[in-house]
């Protein structure tokens, strides 16, 4: 038996497919905080976020056609955002870090016995400062639920960058958040 999704928001996006800015605007504030997040969980900077936020609303609305509802609005809206921020980190190369570039920064790392409690502002902030590959495949897999096959797809890596990226983003969110708690 196959699942059928319900769209609490059909009425707006048939209003959105007649090109009715006032139900594009509501479409917009309803998503655009979530959106925003993804966005920004992959780019890693709020400028890029914003820039791809609004891409992603653009195309989405120029697609709109496109969207056969059977997945919710939002799961595929987010769909287009992460696509969108996925070709913008890749587009501009912030430091994309492979595998067969990195320097065995992780190993100077000893992990501590015992895990100790960090706040959610520092490991936010520990994020940012991870390289944009790092934080790539840390969001995809940690945030937006991708496993690593997916992952690898996305980002036309193999499977095993894609899990050895994840292990080296943890040890160096780990060494950037200790770092921060024992000098910060």
């Known amino acids: 038996m196959k699942a059928t999704t319900v769209n609490i928001h059909a009425d707006l996006i048939a209003r959105c497919r007649d090109d009715d800015r006032a139900a594009q605007f509501e479409i917009y504030n309803l998503y655009n905080k979530a959106m925003f997040n993804t966005a920004l969980r992959i780019t890693g900077d709020m400028d890029d976020a914003e820039d791809v936020l609004q891409e992603a609303f653009v195309s989405a609305f120029q697609k709109l056609d496109s969207y056969r509802e059977d997945a919710s609005f939002g799961a595929w809206l987010k769909r287009i955002v992460i696509n969108k921020a996925l070709n913008h980190v890749q587009k501009v190369k912030k430091d ?32 940012k400062l991870l390289p944009s590959g790092f934080r790539t495949v840390l969001s995809l897999y940690l945030f937006e639920g991708y496993d690593h096959k997916e992952i690898s797809e996305i980002l036309g890596v193999t499977e095993s960058t894609s899990k050895s990226q994840y292990k080296r983003a943890k040890d160096k969110l780990k060494m950037i958040v200790t770092q921060e708690v024992n000098y910060g």
């Open 96 to 127: 994309l870090m492979l595998v067969e570039d990195i320097k065995e920064e992780a190993s100077e790392y000893e992990p501590e016995k015992t895990e100790p409690n960090y706040s959610v502002d520092q490991i936010k902030n520990a994020i």
